[in-house]
């Protein structure tokens, strides 16, 4: 135990156990500077108290969002504060001008936190010359302190400004920093977040070129740049959320069976679910992002749920003991109004009596965040698996996300999936619930920004009466000769000796014949397709969507090679019938 940590939780402990001394204790109300001892540092943040003679409320702060206690109280100059939704209790004595005493989370092995609190008092305003910080920036850990593969990975930064006042977050592939918040003063950013939960200080000094040295929680040193320099200065590309982890084959349905916190087994199987869109959403009451992703869930199924969409909670909790695991997750419910099942699958690490993910959901590949949600389509199989969740703390990037999924599914609503069409500059969009077996090709629901696997999932693999289905066909008379080029907009010649039914692609997107790199082919020349058969996968906007044949017959010509980009309209195939 370090001596800056030893010392503090030692004075808080001595100031807790004194004996009280006021039957009338003053008043504590208002806000508070405060400081947390995580590991090396001291991490500021403020907390602001209410009480009465009846109540005492505990607040941390989320950016402006106020985080309050779930019960609290204040006698002879001792506060306790309750977060049963965090599993914790704040216990401070009142001591001159000052607030000590110590933070703990109640898990097995926990050690308390020791906590420092004054009266806030504004700073000054002064700060010199202000550099433009405002943007998305990129960091990397400084190669000499590279010891792990997690320390190659690239992170996000996200940084609002207002003159010297700066606020932002780090989004790396498992979630957020939560709000950091802070200022520029004497040639120095330092930022910090403790909200009951992820203290961190953000500490960052400008370089010359215009790139920030940021010491992260006193100990660990990173290179930040601006993301559209990132590249130039060194820093690779951060992990995509959407394709960091994936399952171990694609074509199978996903399993699941867990109890529910009546102790019922809920799996895929349960007629519930059978034809329905579904959001595995895998997390724990102890996840910080979880929390932040969980508002958003419960929304989402309380405005679509009656038009199909299904969501679970998968939760891996940190104890496993039923005991202690179902209030925690009674609670996380309680807190967000959660209306879809939530159940507890297992542990986040090995006991005698309980399972990790790796061994509850074994079809998972390279699983490495929680949360990280799964989404499956009407016919069971997985569509898209998305790591990670960007809270309102990472600002535009947040707003962006929940804009696209909800406007696209009011037009869900607005023109009830029959028949409508979008086109821009990057896709075209057509739904139909019926489609026409020999009409133009039809588009598959697909964001013109970003992934959208809700859409993705009504589109692809839905039979037709159930929702919006696309079809990759169109009947041509002028087939595609057999040497045309394979470039993306390459245009197969005609060929006179045969007359082909050619599949087209129907959207923009990246070609490949296969589920998987080490897969077989869907087809081959000369394999025999009905209408249902998947003949490739078409990748766009990081969704990978299942084409198939929509006529019988015997392929006779593949036009493109496997990952070649390929146009809306393109040839794919020639099918001979």
């Excluded at 909670?313 to 104890?319: A, H, I, L, T």
């Excluded at 179902?326 to 009596?353: D, E």
Aim: with cysteine.
């Amino acid at each position: 135990m370090n001596a800056l940590y030893a010392a503090a939780v030692a004075l808080a402990a001595a100031s807790l156990m004194e004996a009280p001394t006021r039957a009338q204790p003053r008043s504590i109300a208002g806000l508070w500077d405060a400081v947390v001892v995580a590991g090396e540092v001291e991490v500021p943040f403020r907390f602001e108290i209410a009480s009465s003679a009846n109540s005492t409320e505990g607040f941390f702060f989320e950016g402006d969002r106020r985080v309050g206690s779930t019960s609290g109280s204040y006698a002879d100059g001792l506060v306790t504060l309750e977060y049963d939704f965090l599993n914790t209790t704040l216990q401070l004595k009142l001591e001159g001008d000052e607030l000590v005493g110590t933070y703990l989370n109640k898990r097995a092995g926990a050690k308390p936190q020791a906590v420092r609190m004054r009266r806030f008092t504004p700073v000054s305003l002064d700060a010199g010359d202000v550099p433009a910080l405002e943007g998305s920036w990129e960091m990397r850990r400084v190669a000499a302190e590279v010891s792990a593969p997690r320390d190659t990975r690239t992170w996000h930064v996200f940084l609002r400004q207002s003159g010297a006042e700066v606020s932002g977050s780090i989004l790396r592939i498992d979630g957020d920093s939560g709000t950091l918040s802070g200022r520029w003063s004497g040639g120095k950013l330092r930022l910090s977040h403790f909200a009951g939960e992820r203290p961190n200080l953000f500490e960052a000094t400008r370089n010359a070129d215009g790139t920030l040295a940021v010491t992260l929680n006193g100990t660990a040193h990173y290179l930040v740049a601006r993301s559209g320099e990132a590249r130039a200065k060194g820093i690779p590309e951060p992990p995509d959320p959407s394709r960091y982890t994936n399952v171990k084959d694609p074509e199978s349905p996903f399993r699941f069976a867990f109890p529910d916190l009546t102790g019922k087994i809920v799996s895929e199987a349960d007629p519930r679910f059978r034809g329905k869109v579904m959001i595995l959403a895998i997390g724990g009451s102890w996840c910080p992002n979880c929390h932040d992703e969980a508002p958003f869930l419960a929304e989402l199924y309380r405005d679509y749920h009656a038009r199909g969409l299904e969501i679970v909670g998968v939760m891996f909790e940190n104890d496993p003991d039923p005991k202690v695991a179902r209030p925690r997750v009674q609670s996380f419910i309680k807190r967000y109004n959660i209306q879809y099942p939530m159940l507890i699958a297992g542990t986040t690490n090995a006991t005698p009596s309980s399972k990790t993910i790796a061994e509850a959901l074994p079809q998972i590949v390279n699983f490495g965040a929680y949360p990280t949600s799964i989404y499956l389509g009407r016919d069971g199989r997985v569509r898209s698996v998305h790591a990670g969740f960007a809270s309102p703390a990472t600002g535009e990037e947040h707003g962006r996300l929940k804009q696209e999924l909800r406007e696209l599914t009011e037009l869900f609503s607005a023109h009830g999936l029959t028949d409508f069409e979008f086109e821009n500059a990057d896709i075209r969009i057509r739904l139909s619930r019926n489609p026409a077996p020999t009409a133009a090709a039809a588009q598959p629901l697909v964001p013109a920004a970003a992934l959208n696997p809700l859409a993705a999932m009504q589109t692809a693999g839905a039979a037709p009466a159930q929702g919006a289905t696309f079809s990759g066909v169109a009947p041509t008379s002028q087939p595609a000769a057999e040497g045309a080029p394979t470039t993306a907009a390459a245009t197969p010649e005609p060929a006179a000796e045969e007359e082909l039914y050619v599949i087209t692609s129907p959207i923009v997107g990246t070609f490949y014949r296969a589920a998987s790199p080490t897969a077989e082919p869907f087809v081959k020349v000369g394999s025999q397709v009905e209408q249902d058969t998947v003949v490739c996968i078409i990748e766009a906007m990081k969704l990978m969507n299942e084409i198939q044949a929509e006529t019988t017959g015997t392929v006779a010509k593949i036009y493109v090679e496997n990952g070649q980009p390929v146009e809306y309209g393109q040839p794919l195939f020639g099918v001979k019938k």
